[in-house]
């Protein structure tokens, strides 16, 4: 709900004509950090090992998403990437 809420404060910002630099830097990297630690906690809460050889769709699902975890936070720059942004906006560089 909170990324949600940050993702239209940024998409408002645009539309306003504003530069969202910052805030979008900011959530994009705090949306990556949740989306990789995604699968971790399904399988903590489930208590299912991934196996993508499995029958059952949620162990199988789970090996392919924490196999694809790690390239989640890619998309859209690396996080040294937007962190370096995040400093810049808030004048620490």
Do not use: C, Y
Not at 27 to 32: E, H, M
């Amino acid at each position: 709900m909170t990324l949600r809420r940050l993702s239209r404060s940024v998409a408002g910002m645009l539309q306003n004509g504003e530069n969202p630099a910052l805030q979008a830097s900011l959530v994009k990297d705090l949306g990556a950090l949740v989306e990789q630690e995604l699968p971790e906690i399904a399988r903590q809460l489930v208590d299912q090992e991934p196996d993508e050889t499995s029958t059952r769709a949620f162990a199988s699902v789970l090996a392919h998403t924490t196999m694809h975890a790690p390239s989640f936070s890619l998309r859209g720059g690396t996080r040294e990437i937007l962190r370096g942004i995040i400093a810049r906006g808030l004048g620490l560089r």
